[in-house]
């Protein structure tokens, strides 16, 4: 088994080898980094700033950030994660939210138009980066244009005292796909791989990564891995990250595509609604992709 995450050039992907490794690495890790993505690298440490402006903010005003989805607002240190606080919105394509974000935390109009050009590029490469991955599969035309997405800014109090400990702790995403831009500096990103062992994955300037979440795995049939994942505090240093969740479609069901039904693949999971998904999960307090299993079929 290998044990690094596997490289995808974004740029490359026409290519019928990169399409054939870009799919290997949605089946066997549910996790990859991209490089020569498009978004400008000014653009991404320009966000990173402002991510660091914003929870430098007083906790008073952090606290204005209020939750519009479960989860999708002002996170402060907890007893369950001490370590980790963030702030989010939900969801990035509303303007009006991200007017309700900008004026809850005071944000100027310089930040605002950061984290609007860093949400359009982003959002644009979770599309494509959707489509790709579709394609990979052999399923042309999927349009995930109007998938609404979470944005989240996280911070990691790592403290000489917090080594060895979790910043968060292990879960899925319970989305389609994530695209972090990790701290270019500070590592403890660990994902389980299909052995179930940890692999680190150490920061790596200028790229992105992209995680699959658990309604990969319904989309794809099955076939596509939602990889579990983790933050330990592995150095005494601030971290931050930056979490773009393309969640699922915003209307109807999310279910595997007819192409991805066969004889040999008979359907696994009950349609559902992604919203019904997510309190289930939440509900049931299966954060490591086990609500799926209370959706199979057989
Ligand atoms: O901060 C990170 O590197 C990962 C964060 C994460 O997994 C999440 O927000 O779902
Ligand atoms: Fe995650």
Not at 10 to 35: H, M, P, Y
Not at 178 to 198: A, K, P, Y
Not at 212 to 229: C, M, T, Y
């Amino acid at each position: 088994m290998e044990d690094t995450i596997p490289v995808i050039d974004v740029e490359n992907l026409s290519d019928q080898t990169e399409g054939k490794k870009l799919r290997d690495a949605c089946e066997k890790w549910g996790c990859f980094r991209i490089i020569n993505h498009s978004t400008p690298l000014t653009l991404m440490a320009e966000m990173k700033r402002v991510s660091e402006a914003l929870l430098d903010l007083p906790v008073e005003i952090k606290k204005n950030n209020k939750d519009v989805i479960a989860g999708s607002g002002y996170k402060a240190p907890s007893d369950v994660n001490p370590l980790y606080e963030a702030l989010g919105l939900y969801d990035l394509g509303s303007s009006q939210v991200m007017q309700d974000f900008c004026s809850q935390l005071n944000v100027t109009p310089y930040q605002r138009q950061v984290m609007e050009a860093y949400g359009k590029a982003i959002h644009e490469l979770a599309v494509k980066i959707g489509e790709k991955m579709a394609e990979s599969l052999g399923i042309f035309g999927a349009d995930f244009e109007d998938w609404p997405c979470q944005f989240r800014i996280n911070k990691y109090h790592f403290t000489p005292k917090a080594i060895g400990s979790l910043g968060v702790q292990l879960h899925t995403d319970s989305g389609f796909l994530t695209i972090l831009q990790d701290d270019e500096s500070v590592g403890g990103l660990e994902v389980v791989n299909q052995s179930g062992s940890f692999v680190s994955v150490p920061p790596f300037h200028g790229t992105l990564l992209v995680n699959l979440g658990d309604i990969a795995k319904v989309w794809s049939n099955g076939r596509f891995f939602n990889v579990k994942h983790r933050v330990q505090c592995k150095k005494a240093a601030i971290r931050f990250s930056i979490a773009t969740f393309m969640l699922g479609p915003r209307k109807g069901n999310v279910e595997a595509p007819i192409e991805m039904v066969d004889h040999d693949h008979p359907r696994l999971y009950q349609p559902f609604v992604y919203e019904d998904f997510r309190k289930l999960r939440v509900s049931k307090k299966m954060h490591t992709g086990e609500a799926l299993e209370l959706l199979r079929l057989w």
